[in-house]
């Protein structure tokens, strides 16, 4: 299984992004995907997920801001973030886990909100 993260970038306070995180080589299932976030010297922490049947969770800093969803037929899942704000200035990466509970990662995307 490979995941390939994109989208990442620039961008104002108050701005959004979207992240993509497309997964390869998935026989079967496309089971939970979720974005995580890890930036120097802190522990890498959920952003969001998201369940093979839609469920989703989300950290409380970024309720009501950041929206997680999945596209099964092409094994894609975005991560809408708006009204950014400094805070969210991290490295993002996108985490699969396989039906038999393998866990994969993407290689990380950076997002740096700054005016």
């Known amino acids: 299984v490979q995941l390939q993260a994109s989208g990442g970038g620039l961008v104002q306070p108050g701005g959004s992004l979207r992240l993509s995180c497309v997964a390869s080589?998935?026989?079967?299932?496309?089971?939970?995907m979720g974005w995580f976030r890890q930036g120097s010297g802190k522990q890498r922490e959920l952003v969001a997920g998201?369940?093979?049947?839609?469920?989703?969770d989300y950290a409380d800093s970024v309720k009501g801001r950041f929206t997680i969803s999945r596209n099964n037929a092409k094994k894609l899942v975005h991560l809408q973030m708006n009204n950014l704000k400094a805070d969210d200035t991290d490295i993002y990466y996108c985490?699969?886990?396989?039906?038999?509970?393998?866990?994969?990662w993407g290689q990380g995307t950076l997002v740096t909100v700054s005016s």
């Open positions: 998201i369940s093979s049947g839609g469920s989703t």
């Open positions: 080589g998935i026989a079967g299932n496309f089971n939970y």
């Open positions: 985490k699969y886990i396989s039906s038999d509970s393998v866990t994969y």
